[in-house]
């Protein structure tokens, strides 16, 4: 039976540039968590671009199916509204725009792709307040412009909680972990532990094995110069924890 | 007249000097109609002091380099000079009359890939003349060089300088300009910088009763950076115009401008700031600041800080202020037994002090400007 | 609730009495024949039964017209305006414009759906039922009689001439002298009616008063004057929305606006333009060159413009506030959209006199398609006003790689306890943001719209709530088609 997600011998580049992802093939399916580690430079961030069709990238070879269909001509947010969540390694200031009224028009315009209505001011009021004591975020974060003035925790946290409210199928994480404190982490990583769900995918993309210490992998690769160099399970990461990733590295 | 300032000159020369005279003879002086004029008073002018020569010193040069007066490098060398004094499209009545009428002034040019790290230095005096005097700056590739230019005497200064700087090349200029009170300072700087150069500008015009700074900096090489510092600290009834232009002509171009002007007596600061980004320079990264200080009910300050954009993927900024010195701060330094003059100039001094702390320049270069900074803030306080 | 001025739709449909008495005789024969000379400023004036120290106002301000230049500055690319080819009177006849719904042009109609306006108002916008200033000719009001029982007066600017000759003599050409410049000049020769509203003193206006211009028949200019005047402590709201049909030639909409604030008074004044701006070829569209000023003449006053200008082929105008009076505040807000070819040159003027005095400008400029955004302003901080502040932000927004955007500000400050701040950025929709809007689901469209009334924020919240909503639906539509 074909996975949720199913990459094929992706090659793909910033348009213009040189291949930057060289023959990347993955699978994974729904309720699995996948964590992408790999160093700087080896094509994390591009992966995730492509996933999410972030404009400006150019597939040249290969294919991504999603839900058994080809989504290779699926602008990002038809790809959005059919459940693919990409948690920003940057999350985007958006200024003047309110928090709440953003997530409301992404709440909605998703569900009008299941075919939902529209969740009205109170409907969609108790479903921010629920989510909210789930992954317990504060709530002046939801009075203030997208992401506007917040630090680097509260950018994440932020981030979780839209995919909290968006309920994605495949939900793909880039460097969620980058720049947080010991305590914005363990926040973080609850949120996504809280998410797990036998009906969603996660795929982590991370620079650090730390992140693996809190949210438990199914499966590991290993992405090195465009290419995954070594896959795993559970018992793969505690190896690598030893080992570290480096010698996989020089044998891409 | 023009034309026989210098003896033997090369016929081109002759020519050029000829159609400059007529541009301005059709033109005349700028008026306050002008807009780029509107706040420089050149009524001063009319009552003309005899033109004449400045009294010109020039550093010793390093081998490799010229650094030369244009009439010894005119008198030797004439066809290197043929390509570059000219007059450019769209220059105004004062560059025509420069043109027409220059007989002396400098050049500068370093070979490619030269670094040097001693500035070079230049003065000129103007000794109650009129001087139109013509300068030429040259970098080659990946060159580098610091000039510093000091403005003295009196008499009515009409400068005109020309600047390239190939792909790479660093320049880093600084200008004092402390001429008597009752001179008239006009001087235009245009610059044309390559891919990847690096340009720096800092231009304190504390002396002459009427003062003018235009810098017009091209950016036509796609990286390029400029960067503008500039103040004017002025009393009595000095009159001091800034006019930064800065052309974004290329792509991922970066350019910072940063003017403040005390103003005290009945003083008038004017600062002309412009930042055109025409079709193609995408990527531009620009900011143009001016800060002022009105020091007393007479003091005036005209201010246009002018954004101009056709472009995309642009970031540009411009912020203008105008406010006294701050009364919580001065109270503060009085209760600490600091006499006013001496609270006063310690403010005037911390407002104006960035321009010259921030500049990259050697530190004694930047001592000496800090040193005419204090000097003239203590006057104005 | 707001009282609007009312015209010719009512009045057709019987409702109105001015209708049966006023017009229906000669309805025909009130269009001016085009052209202009000092008889055509007389036509007016007799058609207005105007008292003889008005028409010679008139005639001094088209003598004066006549020695003046139109302007030619700033930004604008303007087509020539054959003056003598324009019809510079026109009251509605029954036989103009469509008679229902289903004579509108579809197009029209799109955009009124899309605006969301409710059925009956999308008709009177598309001309079929007006309660608005159609053309040249506004009339009664309604709720006349609960603004009477507060001594307000509300009115149309004929009306105001009979019925208030002594306040409109005092006040006329005091904010905009007649000969201030080429185009309200020429408006004061010609204006042929507007809003006039008085507040006496203490009186706190009820409701927001509010006139849907329009100008329907082909050809023709307007030149409409408004007058507000809001005794002392008095408070008054006023709205203004304008609209026009397509037409392929350029029409002139030359208005006058002045304000006068008294001690303590405040007045606020809203306007969201959309005339139309001509199609994406540029061809057509108004010319919205207007006169706009208000002076804070007494302690303590304040005046407040907010501009939402959406519409138009150019845009030419400069609302302003002089601020003599002791601590009294002047207010720009201002939001202005250039889509396809339309050049909007728009900003505001500061003249702080009195001690104390304040200003906020807060002008948010969006350019896409080949359009010529300016913000062009002037803070200017006169000997003796001492303790004046100007705080001034200016922001502009580029939308793909043909329009323009510029800001020229001028700043004039004379006085050393007066502080000034102006900041200006400008920026595109960077791809960062519209993807991060993409993944979260959000079409093309809808990120550029929820990105742009974000960047417009600081102004739409200045405006009232019915027409924030209307506004920032405009933005939208008027963005239209400007990415992808």
Same mark, same amino acid.
């Given at each position: 039976?074909?996975? %949720?997600?199913?990459?094929? !011998?992706?090659?793909? $580049?910033?348009? =213009?540039?040189? /291949?930057?992802?060289?023959?990347?093939? +993955?699978?994974?399916?729904?309720?699995?968590?996948?964590?992408?580690?790999?160093?700087?430079?080896?094509?994390?961030?591009?992966?995730?671009?492509?996933?999410?069709?972030?404009?400006?990238?150019?597939?040249?070879?290969?294919?991504?199916?999603?839900?058994?269909?080809?989504?290779?001509?699926?602008?990002?947010?038809?790809?959005?509204?059919?459940?693919?969540?990409?948690?920003?390694?940057?999350?985007?200031?958006?200024?003047?725009?309110?928090?709440?009224?953003? %997530?409301?028009?992404?709440? !909605?315009?998703?569900? $009008?792709?299941? =075919?939902?209505? /529209?969740?009205?001011?109170?409907?969609? +009021?108790?479903?921010?307040?629920?989510?909210?004591?789930?992954?317990?975020?504060?709530?002046?974060?939801?009075?203030?412009?997208?992401?506007?003035?917040?630090?680097?925790?509260?950018?994440?946290?932020?981030?979780?909680?839209?995919?909290?409210?968006?309920?994605?199928?495949?939900?793909?994480?880039?460097?969620?972990?980058?720049?947080?404190?010991?305590?914005?982490?363990?926040?973080?990583?609850?949120?996504?532990?809280?998410?797990?769900?036998?009906?969603?995918?996660?795929?982590?993309?991370?620079?650090?094995?730390?992140?693996?210490?809190?949210?438990?992998?199914?499966?590991?690769?290993?992405?090195?110069?465009?290419?995954?160099?070594?896959?795993?399970?559970?018992?793969?990461?505690?190896?690598?924890?030893?080992?570290?990733?480096?010698?996989?590295?020089?044998?891409? | 007249?023009?034309?026989?300032?210098?003896?033997?000159?090369?016929?081109?020369?002759?020519?050029?000097?000829?159609?400059?005279?007529?541009?301005?003879?059709?033109?005349?002086?700028?008026?306050?109609?002008?807009?780029?004029?509107?706040?420089?008073?050149?009524?001063?002018?009319?009552?003309?002091?005899?033109?004449?020569?400045?009294?010109?010193?020039?550093?010793?040069?390093?081998?490799?380099?010229?650094?030369?007066?244009?009439?010894?490098?005119?008198?030797?060398?004439?066809?290197?000079?043929?390509?570059?004094?000219?007059?450019?499209?769209?220059?105004?009545?004062?560059?025509?009359?420069?043109?027409?009428?220059?007989?002396?002034?400098?050049?500068?040019?370093?070979?490619?890939?030269?670094?040097?790290?001693?500035?070079?230095?230049?003065?000129?005096?103007?000794?109650?003349?009129?001087?139109?005097?013509?300068?030429?700056?040259?970098?080659?590739?990946?060159?580098?060089?610091?000039?510093?230019?000091?403005?003295?005497?009196?008499?009515?200064?009409?400068?005109?300088?020309?600047?390239?700087?190939?792909?790479?090349?660093?320049?880093?200029?600084?200008?004092?300009?402390?001429?008597?009170?009752?001179?008239?300072?006009?001087?235009?700087?245009?610059?044309?910088?390559?891919?990847?150069?690096?340009?720096?500008?800092?231009?304190?015009?504390?002396?002459?009763?009427?003062?003018?700074?235009?810098?017009?900096?091209?950016?036509?090489?796609?990286?390029?950076?400029?960067?503008?510092?500039?103040?004017?600290?002025?009393?009595?009834?000095?009159?001091?115009?800034?006019?930064?232009?800065?052309?974004?002509?290329?792509?991922?171009?970066?350019?910072?401008?940063?003017?403040?002007?005390?103003?005290?007596?009945?003083?008038?600061?004017?600062?002309?700031?412009?930042?055109?980004?025409?079709?193609?320079?995408?990527?531009?990264?620009?900011?143009?600041?001016?800060?002022?200080?009105?020091?007393?009910?007479?003091?005036?300050?005209?201010?246009?800080?002018?954004?101009?954009?056709?472009?995309?993927?642009?970031?540009?900024?411009?912020?203008?202020?105008?406010?006294?010195?701050?009364?919580?701060?001065?109270?503060?330094?009085?209760?600490?037994?600091?006499?006013?003059?001496?609270?006063?100039?310690?403010?005037?001094?911390?407002?104006?002090?960035?321009?010259?702390?921030?500049?990259?320049?050697?530190?004694?270069?930047?001592?000496?400007?800090?040193?005419?900074?204090?000097?003239?803030?203590?006057?104005?306080? | 609730?707001?009282?609007?001025?009312?015209?010719?739709?009512?009045?057709?449909?019987?409702?109105?009495?001015?209708?049966?008495?006023?017009?229906?005789?000669?309805?025909?024969?009130?269009?001016?024949?085009?052209?202009?000379?000092?008889?055509?400023?007389?036509?007016?004036?007799?058609?207005?039964?105007?008292?003889?120290?008005?028409?010679?106002?008139?005639?001094?301000?088209?003598?004066?017209?006549?020695?003046?230049?139109?302007?030619?500055?700033?930004?604008?690319?303007?087509?020539?305006?054959?003056?003598?080819?324009?019809?510079?009177?026109?009251?509605?006849?029954?036989?103009?414009?469509?008679?229902?719904?289903?004579?509108?042009?579809?197009?029209?109609?799109?955009?009124?759906?899309?605006?969301?306006?409710?059925?009956?108002?999308?008709?009177?916008?598309?001309?079929?039922?007006?309660?608005?200033?159609?053309?040249?000719?506004?009339?009664?009001?309604?709720?006349?009689?609960?603004?009477?029982?507060?001594?307000?007066?509300?009115?149309?600017?004929?009306?105001?001439?009979?019925?208030?000759?002594?306040?409109?003599?005092?006040?006329?050409?005091?904010?905009?002298?007649?000969?201030?410049?080429?185009?309200?000049?020429?408006?004061?020769?010609?204006?042929?009616?507007?809003?006039?509203?008085?507040?006496?003193?203490?009186?706190?206006?009820?409701?927001?008063?509010?006139?849907?211009?329009?100008?329907?028949?082909?050809?023709?200019?307007?030149?409409?004057?408004?007058?507000?005047?809001?005794?002392?402590?008095?408070?008054?709201?006023?709205?203004?929305?304008?609209?026009?049909?397509?037409?392929?030639?350029?029409?002139?909409?030359?208005?006058?606006?002045?304000?006068?604030?008294?001690?303590?008074?405040?007045?606020?004044?809203?306007?969201?333009?959309?005339?139309?701006?001509?199609?994406?070829?540029?061809?057509?569209?108004?010319?919205?060159?207007?006169?706009?000023?208000?002076?804070?003449?007494?302690?303590?006053?304040?005046?407040?413009?907010?501009?939402?200008?959406?519409?138009?082929?150019?845009?030419?105008?400069?609302?302003?506030?002089?601020?003599?009076?002791?601590?009294?505040?002047?207010?720009?807000?201002?939001?202005?959209?250039?889509?396809?070819?339309?050049?909007?040159?728009?900003?505001?003027?500061?003249?702080?006199?009195?001690?104390?005095?304040?200003?906020?400008?807060?002008?948010?400029?969006?350019?896409?398609?080949?359009?010529?955004?300016?913000?062009?302003?002037?803070?200017?901080?006169?000997?003796?006003?001492?303790?004046?502040?100007?705080?001034?932000?200016?922001?502009?927004?580029?939308?793909?790689?043909?329009?323009?955007?510029?800001?020229?500000?001028?700043?004039?400050?004379?006085?050393?306890?007066?502080?000034?701040?102006?900041?200006?950025?400008?920026?595109?929709?960077?791809?960062?943001?519209?993807?991060?809007?993409?993944?979260?689901?959000?079409?093309?469209?809808?990120?550029?719209?929820?990105?742009?009334?974000?960047?417009?924020?600081?102004?739409?919240?200045?405006?009232?709530?019915?027409?924030?909503?209307?506004?920032?639906?405009?933005?939208?539509?008027?963005?239209?088609?400007?990415?992808?």
């Amino acid at each position: 039976m074909t996975k %949720l997600l199913e990459v094929e !011998n992706l090659h793909a $580049r910033i348009a =213009g540039g040189r /291949d930057i992802l060289k023959g990347i093939s +993955l699978s994974v399916g729904a309720g699995e968590v996948h964590a992408i580690m790999g160093p700087n430079g080896a094509g994390k961030s591009t992966l995730s671009a492509v996933l999410a069709a972030k404009p400006g990238y150019d597939v040249t070879a290969g294919s991504i199916s999603y839900g058994g269909a080809d989504i290779a001509d699926m602008a990002a947010d038809e790809r959005a509204r059919k459940g693919i969540f990409l948690a920003f390694q940057y999350p985007v200031e958006i200024p003047g725009v309110n928090n709440t009224y953003f %997530l409301r028009a992404s709440v !909605n315009a998703i569900r $009008r792709e299941r =075919g939902e209505p /529209d969740l009205d001011a109170s409907q969609f +009021l108790k479903l921010v307040k629920k989510k909210m004591s789930l992954l317990d975020i504060k709530d002046d974060l939801l009075k203030r412009a997208v992401n506007v003035g917040f630090s680097g925790g509260e950018k994440k946290r932020n981030e979780i909680f839209q995919m909290a409210m968006l309920e994605p199928k495949l939900a793909i994480l880039d460097e969620t972990d980058s720049g947080l404190d010991i305590d914005a982490l363990r926040a973080v990583s609850d949120g996504v532990n809280k998410l797990r769900d036998p009906n969603r995918a996660i795929v982590m993309i991370t620079h650090y094995q730390r992140l693996l210490d809190y949210i438990e992998p199914d499966f590991v690769h290993v992405l090195a110069n465009g290419r995954i160099v070594a896959s795993g399970d559970k018992s793969f990461a505690r190896e690598l924890e030893k080992t570290g990733y480096a010698h996989l590295e020089r044998a891409a | 007249m023009s034309a026989a300032v210098l003896a033997a000159e090369p016929l081109w020369l002759t020519a050029r000097r000829a159609v400059a005279m007529d541009r301005f003879a059709a033109r005349g002086l700028p008026t306050a109609k002008d807009e780029a004029w509107r706040f420089t008073n050149l009524h001063a002018l009319t009552a003309r002091a005899p033109s004449g020569t400045a009294r010109l010193t020039l550093s010793a040069a390093p081998e490799g380099v010229t650094f030369t007066r244009l009439s010894t490098l005119l008198a030797q060398a004439p066809e290197r000079l043929e390509a570059l004094l000219a007059l450019p499209e769209g220059a105004d009545a004062l560059s025509a009359l420069n043109l027409a009428m220059f007989s002396d002034g400098y050049v500068l040019e370093v070979a490619p890939g030269l670094h040097l790290d001693a500035p070079l230095e230049v003065s000129h005096d103007n000794q109650g003349r009129a001087v139109h005097m013509r300068a030429l700056v040259l970098l080659g590739e990946g060159a580098s060089a610091t000039l510093v230019e000091r403005a003295n005497g009196s008499g009515w200064s009409n400068n005109v300088t020309h600047a390239v700087l190939g792909a790479g090349a660093r320049l880093r200029h600084a200008k004092l300009q402390a001429q008597a009170a009752d001179s008239v300072h006009l001087s235009a700087m245009t610059l044309t910088l390559g891919a990847g150069a690096d340009h720096e500008s800092v231009i304190l015009a504390l002396g002459a009763g009427v003062s003018r700074e235009a810098v017009t900096t091209a950016l036509t090489g796609e990286g390029a950076t400029a960067s503008l510092r500039g103040a004017y600290l002025l009393g009595g009834k000095q009159q001091a115009s800034f006019v930064p232009e800065l052309l974004h002509l290329a792509r991922n171009c970066t350019s910072r401008q940063l003017v403040k002007g005390v103003l005290g007596g009945t003083a008038h600061g004017v600062f002309l700031g412009h930042i055109g980004v025409p079709e193609g320079g995408d990527g531009t990264n620009a900011g143009q600041t001016n800060r002022n200080i009105l020091l007393s009910p007479g003091a005036r300050v005209d201010t246009r800080p002018r954004l101009e954009i056709l472009a995309d993927d642009v970031k540009c900024s411009h912020s203008a202020t105008v406010g006294a010195l701050d009364e919580t701060a001065l109270f503060y330094l009085q209760s600490r037994g600091l006499a006013p003059p001496q609270a006063r100039r310690m403010l005037i001094e911390a407002f104006a002090a960035d321009i010259v702390d921030g500049a990259d320049l050697p530190a004694p270069q930047r001592e000496s400007l800090q040193q005419a900074l204090s000097f003239w803030a203590e006057t104005l306080a | 609730m707001s009282a609007h001025l009312e015209t010719i739709g009512e009045i057709a449909s019987g409702s109105g009495d001015r209708y049966k008495y006023g017009f229906v005789t000669d309805i025909e024969s009130d269009t001016a024949p085009p052209g202009l000379s000092e008889d055509t400023v007389r036509f007016i004036s007799a058609k207005k039964q105007e008292p003889k120290w008005l028409l010679e106002w008139r005639l001094k301000a088209y003598r004066r017209w006549q020695n003046m230049k139109q302007p030619d500055w700033g930004k604008l690319n303007i087509a020539p305006i054959d003056y003598q080819g324009a019809t510079y009177y026109s009251a509605p006849k029954t036989a103009e414009g469509p008679k229902s719904l289903d004579e509108v042009d579809p197009e029209i109609l799109k955009v009124y759906e899309k605006l969301g306006i409710p059925l009956g108002e999308r008709a009177a916008l598309a001309g079929v039922a007006v309660d608005a200033v159609f053309d040249s000719v506004s009339v009664a009001t309604t709720f006349r009689s609960t603004l009477a029982a507060q001594g307000i007066i509300f009115c149309s600017f004929g009306e105001a001439v009979r019925e208030h000759p002594e306040l409109v003599q005092k006040y006329l050409g005091t904010v905009v002298p007649r000969g201030d410049n080429f185009f309200s000049t020429l408006n004061s020769a010609v204006f042929s009616d507007g809003s006039f509203a008085y507040i006496p003193p203490g009186v706190r206006c009820p409701m927001e008063l509010s006139t849907y211009f329009r100008i329907n028949q082909a050809k023709s200019g307007q030149f409409e004057r408004t007058l507000l005047i809001a005794d002392e402590g008095a408070y008054v709201s006023y709205l203004e929305g304008c609209t026009a049909p397509r037409r392929d030639e350029n029409q002139l909409h030359a208005a006058v606006v002045e304000l006068v604030a008294l001690a303590g008074a405040e007045i606020k004044y809203s306007t969201v333009q959309n005339w139309y701006p001509g199609d994406a070829n540029g061809a057509g569209g108004i010319y919205n060159f207007v006169t706009k000023r208000g002076i804070c003449r007494g302690d303590g006053s304040k005046i407040s413009w907010t501009q939402v200008e959406t519409g138009s082929a150019i845009t030419w105008k400069y609302p302003s506030c002089i601020l003599e009076g002791d601590n009294s505040v002047g207010e720009f807000y201002s939001v202005a959209v250039t889509a396809n070819h339309q050049q909007a040159d728009t900003g505001t003027k500061m003249i702080h006199l009195g001690r104390n005095s304040k200003s906020t400008i807060i002008s948010k400029g969006i350019s896409a398609g080949h359009g010529q955004n300016t913000y062009r302003g002037a803070v200017k901080i006169m000997p003796g006003a001492d303790g004046a502040r100007n705080y001034t932000q200016c922001d502009s927004l580029l939308i793909g790689k043909t329009c323009g955007a510029h800001a020229i500000p001028y700043i004039d400050t004379r006085s050393p306890s007066a502080r000034v701040e102006h900041e200006a950025t400008a920026s595109t929709i960077s791809d960062e943001q519209l993807f991060y809007c993409l993944q979260r689901g959000l079409t093309p469209e809808e990120s550029v719209s929820i990105i742009v009334n974000g960047f417009c924020k600081e102004v739409l919240k200045e405006l009232p709530m019915e027409f924030a909503v209307e506004a920032q639906k405009l933005l939208v539509v008027s963005l239209e088609g400007s990415v992808g």
